[in-house]
């Protein structure tokens, strides 16, 4: 079945630094990609999302491109800030599958340190 | 706009007691999900609703019920709680297929932390 593997955190860096979470994926078929980010104490809420293979999602200096060639959805920035610590989830959904059948990684934690 | 709401955010019960989630969206959705959310396992679907009057089981449904009278409402119950249902529960909610608005993105709530002593 569909599957969404990410890194294990915590990651813990400095503010500036920059962050790679890396993020693979098994679907059958052409999936949408998603990045969710869940600040403390609060819900999910979508940070970028892919719909093809190709196309890079952006938001808030966060990147991804869909690598469908890797399987592969690795999220990044350049330079990060305190306020980035979070806990960051990586998930796919089935083009018109409904969000039944969205497929959540496990989760990473970043610390970002003054 | 409120988007969706979760109540209670907080609950302490003892084995054997029942209780009752409310989750309510304004945003005219079809969908709506129940997750959980334990430490290194992500997001685990309970049960979701496709619209008013239907629901259906999702990967951890065991021990849980739920109904969706109305469409801004889904609840999510626990007749007998345990132990092992300690945790925090998400609602969620999306268009539905039809109109081509469903994306697949899903619209959180803040969050409903349970603890079953």
């Known amino acids: 079945g569909d599957s969404v593997t990410q890194m294990e955190g915590p990651v813990t860096l400095s503010e500036e630094a920059f962050l790679t979470i890396n993020c693979t994926y098994t679907a059958t078929g052409y999936p949408s990609l998603f990045w969710y980010v869940q600040y403390p104490g609060e819900g999910l809420q979508l940070l970028l999302k892919?719909?093809?293979?190709?196309d890079k999602g952006s938001n808030k200096g966060f990147e991804a491109t869909y690598r469908k060639e890797t399987t592969s959805f690795h999220l990044e920035k350049g330079s990060v800030q305190v306020s980035d610590s979070a806990v960051y989830f990586c998930?796919?959904?089935?083009?018109?599958?409904?969000?039944?059948?969205?497929?959540f990684g496990a989760g990473t934690r970043l610390f970002v340190k003054a | 706009n409120a988007g969706v709401t979760q109540t209670p955010k907080f609950r302490v019960l003892k084995t054997g007691q029942s209780m009752t989630l409310l989750c309510a969206q304004d945003m005219n959705h079809e969908y709506m999900y129940w997750y959980r959310q334990d430490p290194g396992m992500g997001l685990r679907l309970i049960h979701y609703?496709?619209?008013?009057?239907?629901?259906a089981k999702g990967e951890v449904p065991d021990g849980y019920n739920v109904s969706r009278l109305k469409k801004q409402n889904f609840l999510l119950g626990l007749e007998s709680a345990a132990p092992s249902q300690t945790s925090v529960y998400f609602c969620a909610s999306s268009p539905g297929l039809a109109g081509g608005t469903n994306t697949g993105e899903l619209f959180f709530g803040e969050g409903s932390r349970l603890t079953v002593l």
């Open positions: 609703s496709v619209g008013e009057g239907t629901t």
């Open positions: 892919a719909t093809k293979a190709d």
């Open positions: 998930a796919l959904s089935p083009n018109r599958g409904g969000g039944f059948k969205t497929i």
